[in-house]
């Protein structure tokens, strides 16, 4: 008796597991807009008030996660892959073309191109925070019911 409500105890925590995992995706996604939308909110700053070089900016603040890789691999080599599978081949693009025209040219048409990519990333971010609110719920719930199925099944 014992033995099967741990075992089935098992099986539903390596289900939800499982959910967890699956909706790591979208949990990342939303770290990855929210860091981006934040960086662009300080490069505008910076260029409008203080104009540090790129270097030192981008050294002055520390980010985490994927867009922490992304921006180090752009200080490396000034243009970063960004092969992320939890972004469309439509994202990849718009942040190679982001990251392209960081630190290029005067701080006028950088501040106006910055500018209006601010709200692009601001609706990503609400966007990919709502996608991960929903599905990662989802996934969740979606693994206590296979766990749950499968101790039905088997037990």
């Known amino acids: 008796m014992w033995i099967r409500l741990l075992l089935s105890g098992l099986i539903i925590a390596f289900s939800v597991l499982i959910g967890y995992l699956a909706a790591n995706k979208y949990r990342s996604r939303k770290n990855f807009f929210a860091q981006f939308e934040a960086f662009n909110a300080r490069y505008i ?3 409008s008030f203080s ?3 790129l270097a030192e900016f981008l050294a002055a603040f520390e980010y985490s996660g994927e867009f922490a890789k992304t921006l180090k691999e752009f200080s490396e080599k000034r243009q970063p892959a960004i092969k992320y599978s939890f972004l469309t081949d439509e994202e990849k693009s718009d942040a190679q073309g982001y990251f392209a025209m960081l630190g290029k040219g ?7 191109f910055f500018s209006a990519k601010k709200q692009y990333l601001t609706e990503k ?3 990919s925070e709502q996608e991960s609110a929903k599905k990662s719920s989802l996934y969740l719930k979606l693994g206590l019911l296979a766990g749950l199925a499968i101790v039905i099944l088997i037990i």
């Open 51 to 53: 104009r540090k070089p």
């Open 106 to 112: 005067d701080s006028f048409s950088q501040r106006d």
């Open 45 to 47: 700053s910076e260029l």
């Open 125 to 127: 971010k609400a966007s």
